[in-house]
């Protein structure tokens, strides 16, 4: 299954190497049950980024490590794990232990991302 998410991604090969990958989906029509097209335009893939940021800070915790996978196939990673047809995938975290660790990247100022009245 993990060599087949790493062919969805578009050959990323490092996710095969990984001893776990979590996909997150979008459940659309749960979403429009309560808060209607916001829901489904939405909600919906907050909740899937909210759930998958969370999980990399749990791995990071854990003194895992992982890298957020955004580019692949949707259909292909929807048959792969075999989600029904309301998920649809939005973000896959390959899990494990790190082989290094690199230094810090040095961050944006505040200033280039808060505007304040």
Known sequence: MRQDLARAAFDQAFIAQAPIVLVFCTNAARSAERYG???????ALQDATIAATFAMLATHDLGLATCWIGAFDDDAVHTVIKAPPQHIPVAMLPIGYPVTNPPARPRRPLADM???L
């Open 37 to 43: 097209e916001r829901g489904v335009r939405l909600y």
């Open 114 to 116: 808060v505007h304040r």
